[in-house]
């Protein structure tokens, strides 16, 4: 039947029931004393006994005297079983006649079994809730179009159970954070989404305008700044997990607006973190998929085995066979940069050209959680440098599946050193850097109040949950991913 058909008929219905006082809109409440899998979990204690559960009708087929259907709600899908001599000669006709797939209903009855096996609700009342204006997609091949599922999310869930138990362990992801977290006497907190300085992080910024105060602020693309000046005022131990923007492209690992965990402990260092990552990237595995092992794209991840540790200069050397210790200067990093072909800028310096290095030949390798650690102190403007090499920061990045998962530092508190290194910031986005930070004066007075000896993280929770759910990219975990406009 053409759509435009489907379309007509199901108005018509409603307007029928409409104008017979009927109208299913108008209910306001409907009474549910069980779910789907509750009923299937607890089957024989409920065997016989009364039930009211409501959801959509995903499934219908019409017989003479009985009937069967079926309803789907947060927890699953379960038979209705309805016949003409339990719900009435009336109630029968208008269930045939105007309840349709898509529809939301409610089904009153006993729990049992048919003969097939299948557990069943044996319907008494059935009650009309809303009615579906809109066809879903036909039931064997379902929803498919990636961009449509995307755009459609809400239609991607109801069709594809798949794609429901990824968001519940996504919940269940942030959820078992927040426990693992508490339990290590952390606390939750909130902090500005709209900033003057979006800083924190070498980002490009949204860029907005406020016009109660007539003045130009920033989407955040970082928690850290204002999480730091808590640790000054006291709090030691500090999270958010909160939504952070960022004006740079679109592929299967980024997002414009993605979920960012940053945490702060007092009196702790960047090994300090290491040890804290390490549990509880173990702790939410087991507690989500059951396991410390999950499967990503065919391969097994191992999250229970000590995770490797390795500073970027030998993973360098590893991989791409250049010591960069033994690299004299700027202009010679730039050399080897030319002869591998690595693109690089004309502010770049030595520590700019490791990591350029390290994300050409390294990164692809880092499959199973590996913790590269010292970075480079031009691409690390917040991090205490390590006492025995100030050309490096005590600074680490978890890789996992070959992808950052985590950024962590021991945290720089020297107000003297931190404007230098703002200063060279400045000096980058002179030079066009979008990326650079920018100096931040209350920051720098918020360290001059001191803040103590800390260590700091920032977490891309959309990639965690990308590997617990075996998801390929990134908009496979965001409810709402950011899509071109459609006209």
């Not at 239609?155 to 519940?168: A, G, Q, S, Y």
Request: hydrophobic share 35%.
């Amino acid at each position: 039947m053409p759509e435009q058909d489907i379309l007509a008929i199901k108005r018509e219905k409603l307007k029928t029931l409409q104008d017979e006082g009927r109208d299913p809109f108008k209910i306001t409440k409907y009474d549910v004393t069980h779910h789907t899998q509750e009923i299937k979990d607890r089957f024989e204690e409920l065997e016989g006994q009364n039930v009211r559960l409501a959801g959509r009708m995903m499934f219908k087929r019409k017989m003479g005297k009985a009937s069967f259907c079926n309803i789907l709600d947060r927890e699953g899908k379960i038979q209705i079983y309805v016949a003409r001599d339990s719900v009435g000669e009336e109630a029968y006709e208008d269930f045939k006649k105007y309840y349709d797939v898509g529809d939301i209903y409610g089904a009153e009855g006993k729990v049992f079994k048919t003969q097939t096996g299948e557990i069943s609700i044996h319907a008494e009342k059935l009650t009309l809730l809303s009615k579906s204006l809109q066809p879903l997609p036909e039931k064997f091949h379902g929803l498919t179009d990636t961009d449509l599922r995307y755009r459609q999310r809400y239609v991607d869930l109801i069709m594809n159970d798949e794609v429901k138990e990824t968001f519940i362990k996504r919940s269940r992801v942030i959820q078992e954070i927040r426990t693992f977290l508490g339990g290590r006497g952390f606390m939750e907190v909130e902090t500005p989404i709209l900033v003057s300085n979006a800083g924190g992080a070498a980002a490009r910024p949204f860029e907005t305008h406020f016009n109660a105060l007539d003045e130009d602020l920033k989407l955040r693309i970082s928690l850290e700044l204002y999480l730091k000046r808590l640790i000054v005022g006291g709090l030691e131990r500090v999270y958010e997990i909160g939504r952070v923007f960022r004006n740079e492209g679109v592929d299967t690992r980024h997002n414009p607006e993605f979920t960012l965990m940053e945490l702060y402990q007092a009196y702790t260092d960047y090994h300090g973190m290491m040890e804290l990552t390490e549990s509880m990237y173990r702790y939410v595995a087991e507690k989500v998929c059951g396991s410390s092992k999950v499967t990503y794209n065919g391969i097994e991840i191992d999250f229970g085995k000590p995770f490797e540790r390795i500073t970027m200069t030998e993973c360098v050397k590893k991989y791409a066979g250049i010591d960069f210790d033994q690299v004299a200067d700027d202009e010679a990093a730039k050399k080897l940069a030319d002869e591998h072909h690595i693109e690089y800028e004309s502010h770049h310096k030595k520590g700019n050209i490791l990591n350029l290095f390290f994300e050409e030949y390294c990164e692809k390798e880092l499959v199973q959680p590996t913790f590269v650690m010292d970075h480079p102190i031009e691409i690390s403007p917040l991090t205490k440098k390590k006492p025995d090499d100030p050309s490096k920061v005590e600074r680490f990045e978890l890789f996992v599946n070959g992808w950052e998962m985590c950024n962590a530092y021991s945290e720089l508190n020297d107000p003297i050193d931190q404007r230098e290194r703002f200063a060279a910031q400045d000096a980058n986005a002179a030079a066009g850097d979008e990326e650079a930070e920018h100096t931040d004066e209350d920051f720098l007075n918020a360290l001059s109040i001191v803040m103590p000896p800390t260590g700091g993280i920032g977490y891309g929770i959309d990639r965690l949950v990308m590997i617990l759910t075996d998801c390929a990219a990134i908009r496979d975990v965001l409810l709402f991913p950011t899509l071109k406009s459609v006209n």
